[in-house]
């Protein structure tokens, strides 16, 4: 199956994402696969059947949130650079969301920018990171603040790389799926309600409509100016527990899960959603085992620490927030008193 991203006529950077088409590639350049040690052990000597290059050379990080930071980025480009790798050449990013993130990123600033592609082996890959061309970095700041749109030449998921998924890196992909469908779609909610995805079936299906939501998104606002913040829904709130946490306690999807309960419980107080609602979304969350809950340390210092998320500008906060079920809205007038109320129930939870 392929989905086009297209984002005007004569745009050169549209391209397509193909779910369970990777059969052979073939490129008449040099290629870096950057990976990490677990896909390395389980997946790559898969892809290397099925490429056919010029030359390649295998760049390997280390796996975790941890590690998405300027030594990783150092150690892609010193790679590239040690093996020659020229304006021709092209990067594979085969991993998941952090490598994704990473590859993308050295990829638009080696020499000034080369091509491409993403290979996500993770569920939250697949359904999202991959798909959008958000590349970066963390800091001692925050999540992703340092880095770039760049789109890839081409995306491929395949859901056989699923199948050596641990269960937690599986339900937090779930999440973001999630996330979609409480803010654009209330049918695909509540055919999640009643399908199980760990079936093959229903998780392909879950896959698709997935990706067909984001990239419908993505080529509508391919920088974000807009209707494609309201992906980060769940990611204010998230954004600032895993930092909070040294990104050593949650994987992403987990702290977006957090964070979605939490702008329900925000939009409960301002009248977008009712409790019921929301009870639902938490519900659907808990099934795949994912939390829900999280006790804040300071009410004050997590506000303060909004105003370094990315959507925030002029010194107010914007919050992504669920209007009913598969509708959404994006305020940046919402009253410290109200936010600072929230917070400080979750500090004595």
Known sequence: MKI???????????????????????????????????????????LLSRLHVKEYCV???????????????????NGCFEHRLDRKSLLIAFGGGVIGDMTGFAASIFQRGIDFIQIPTTLLAQVDASVGGKTGINNAYGKNLIGTFWQPRAVYCES?????????EFSAGVAEIIKMAV????????WLETHDIHEEHHLKVA???SIETKARVVALDEREGGIRAVLNYGHTFAHVIENETHYETYLHGEAVAIGMVM?????????LLDSQSAL????????????????VASAENFYNAFFLDKKSAHSRITFILPHLLGGYRMLNDV??????TLLEEYAHA
């Open 4 to 46: 086009d991203i297209t984002f005007n006529e004569i745009s050169t950077r549209s391209y397509s994402v193909y779910i369970d088409e990777l059969q052979q590639l073939s490129f008449d350049t040099k290629v870096a696969i950057i990976t990490n040690t677990t896909v390395s052990s389980l997946h790559l000597e898969t």
């Open 183 to 190: 803010t654009f779609d209330k049918d695909f909610f509540e």
């Open 280 to 295: 639902r979304v938490k519900t659907l969350l808990e099934r795949y085992s994912l939390p829900t809950s999280y006790r």
């Open 59 to 77: 760049i390997t990080l280390n796996d975790g949130e941890m590690y998405k930071n300027f030594d990783s980025l150092n150690t892609i480009l």
């Open 160 to 168: 056989a790389f699923l199948k050596t998924l641990p269960p937690r």
């Open 263 to 271: 702008a329900n419980a925000l939009a409960v107080k301002l009248g």
């Open 207 to 209: 896959i698709q409509k």
């Open 335 to 340: 009253p410290k008193e109200t936010v600072m």
